[in-house]
Each structure stands twice: as structure tokens, then as C-alpha cells.
């Protein structure tokens, strides 16, 4: 059985996020669908109060998954220090993507003006991908086929949002209806980048990676996404998702001697007020070294757990020797840990 990816060569040498610049809150979108509240005796407050989350954001419209993944991915690479040039490889993650074809990632490797030789692919896996792109570039650096790599991630949720509420306010619409989208209406935008390198390079901070899971048999369904609506499961997504992040963490704990007290900071992919919480229970972490992001933020897919961490950086949360847990899980369904010494 493949036990889990640990690196003992890979630091992270620059990370940054890009939060979208308009606020969206819990509040406007059911004034928006007040008609339909009403119609179906859904009290108002209803979104804020499940969810916890009070805003997100998004982008202006007709912004591209790969403009703001590329705004990221510079400010990353300003911030590693490592040059251009020297980029061996890049790893667009996010669930937004610009077309079918071409790649968005070959898209930001045009608008960063990478070099030739650097391979350039999406990956995609639901609210992991980026745990995932950050696991394949440090094994690229391991393997010693490249010296650094950059993951982006730039996720736009306007569309979907813009569609669900045009759909939910239609005559027809039924509470199953809300229910079953009421997730379409937490997501939120925003991008994020990381460089990481090979450890005799620039100074950086120790990414030693960790372990995944999967639950898919029978899950696969729980959370169904396209690009103008998602429909989910919310109690049957919750409860699989609790029971494989429990036997995930059980077994990540168990292969690498983890001291789950010695975590400083658990960085989770944050969906709502009642996931955040269920993980914390599930696995029997203190919920205050959670950094909260999904109140103001919503659920911004992939670029999630990276976004949490770089905000916690630059708040000050997470200072040089902070010991890191980057946390998530994702459709599928798929559960992943990971630890950064920053």
C-alpha cells in the first residue's frame, strides 16, 4: 500500500494570494431571492446562519480563471526570489478553468512569460488539486528533474453564483431545489500561488508532505459541480467526508509518529461554520488553531488551503519555526494532510 509522500528536499520559497475585490454578502443574495423565500417559507437569515459564512467575493466580470492565477503566480515569484527562468515547471490546480482546451495553465505560462522548457499542465481533484500540484512539483524536485516549481490556483465563482440565483428565482423552484444548491450560494473567488524549490537553493520554509485517502465507491456523487450550478448532498457529504478524514488522519498519524499537540496551526480547506467545526470534533484538534477564513471569504475551492495559509503568514499567525498542518477534503471524495516547518 502506498503509505504517503515525504520530502526531505523541498522548501517553499514564495507564496501569495489575490482576494477578489468585490464583496458579495449572505445578506444581498437573499434580498435577491426574497420573492422566493417567501414563496417557499424559507426564513431569511437562513444562508449566514447555516453556513456562517457572512461574505465572499468576486471578481469582475469576464475576469479569467488564468489572469488571476497569473497576478498570483507573480507576486509569488517576486516574493521567492528565484528567477524566471529558472521555473522547471507549472501546475494551474484550480476548478475554474478559462476553456476545455487550451489548458489554463498554458494560458498563465504565456501571461507569466515562462520559459520553454518549463512543463505546463492542469491538475484537477475537487478542493485538493492544489495539495495534489504541490506534491507532484516536490517530487519533480526530488527526483532532481527540476529545481523549482510554481502551483497556482485562480477561482471564479460569479458565474455559477449569477446562474443558481437566475434559476432559484424562478416560479418552479422548490425547496429540494435550494437545498440541494444552497452550496452554490457559499462559494466565493479568489487566487493563489506557491514556489517551491529544491532545499540547497534559496531559503524557504521545509514542506515535508504527508499522506491522501480516498472514499469513492457510492461518494462520487455526494457533490456534483458544473460550471453554471453545483448540487450537493450537504448531510450525506458531511458524514462520508467526517469518516474518511477520520481513518486518513488515523493513518497519517500513526505513519509518521505525528504529535497532533505540536501542530501550532491547522490550515483547512474551509467550506462553513458546521464543517470547520465537525473536523475539529472528528479528530480532536483545539478549533482556536484553526485560522478562520470562511466568514468573509466563503468557499474558494482549491485555492482554499493555501489561501488560508498565506493569510495566516502575513497576519502573523504563522512565524518562522510555526509548525504547519494543511488540511482538506475534497469531492470524490478524497481526504489529504500535509506539514510545513514554516
Known amino acids: 500500500m502506498r503509505a504517503a509522500q515525504r520530502y526531505d528536499d523541498v522548501v517553499i520559497t514564495g507564496l501569495a494570494h489575490v482576494d477578489a475585490p468585490h464583496v458579495v454578502t449572505s445578506t444581498h443574495l437573499e434580498d435577491r431571492l426574497a420573492d422566493t423565500l417567501a414563496r417557499l417559507r ?8 447555516l453556513s456562517g459564512i457572512a461574505e465572499r467575493r468576486v471578481w469582475d ?63 484537477g481533484n475537487a478542493c485538493l488539486g492544489f495539495l495534489n500540484g504541490m506534491n507532484v512539483v516536490s517530487t519533480m524536485i526530488q527526483a532532481g528533474e527540476i529545481e523549482h516549481g510554481l502551483v497556482v490556483a485562480g477561482e471564479t ?15 418552479d423552484s422548490t425547496r429540494a431545489m435550494f437545498h440541494e444548491q444552497f452550496a452554490t450560494l457559499t462559494v466565493g473567488s479568489g487566487a493563489v500561488a506557491m514556489v517551491l524549490s529544491r532545499a540547497d537553493g534559496p531559503c524557504g520554509h521545509r514542506y515535508l508532505g504527508g499522506l491522501g485517502r480516498a472514499s469513492t465507491m457510492g461518494n462520487a456523487g455526494l457533490c456534483v459541480g458544473q460550471a453554471d450550478e453545483m448540487r450537493t ?12 478524514a477520520g481513518r486518513a488522519w488515523k493513518d497519517a498519524v500513526s505513519a509518521f509518529d505525528w504529535d497532533t499537540d505540536s501542530y501550532d496551526v491547522y490550515c483547512l480547506h474551509q467550506v462553513s461554520k458546521v464543517h470547520t ?36 503568514v502575513e497576519d502573523g499567525t504563522v512565524t518562522d519555526g510555526t509548525r ?12 489529504a494532510a500535509a506539514e510545513v516547518i514554516w
Open 42 to 49: 424559507i426564513t431569511p437569515g437562513l444562508l449566514e446562519k
Open 61 to 123: 466580470e469576464g475576469t479569467m480563471p488564468s489572469e488571476v492565477a497569473a497576478q498570483a503566480g507573480e507576486a509569488a515569484l517576486a516574493r521567492s526570489g528565484v528567477s524566471r527562468d529558472d521555473i522547471g515547471a507549472l501546475i494551474n490546480t484550480s476548478v475554474s478553468r478559462d476553456h476545455l482546451e487550451p489548458s489554463t495553465a498554458s494560458i498563465v505560462h504565456g501571461l507569466m512569460e515562462l520559459p520553454p522548457e518549463a512543463a505546463n499542465f492542469d491538475l
Open 157 to 171: 465563482s460569479r458565474f455559477a453564483m449569477e446562474s443558481t440565483i437566475e434559476r432559484l428565482a424562478r416560479d
Open 233 to 244: 448532498d450537504s448531510k450525506g457529504l458531511l458524514m462520508a467526508g467526517m469518516e474518511l
Open 277 to 312: 467545526r465537525a473536523v475539529s470534533a472528528q479528530l480532536g484538534l483545539d478549533a482556536d488553531r484553526f485560522p478562520s477564513q470562511f466568514p468573509y471569504f466563503g468557499n474558494i475551492g482549491p485555492a482554499g488551503v493555501p489561501t488560508v495559509l498565506s493569510k495566516a
Open 324 to 335: 504547519v498542518m494543511l488540511m482538506g477534503v475534497g469531492s470524490g471524495i478524497n481526504a
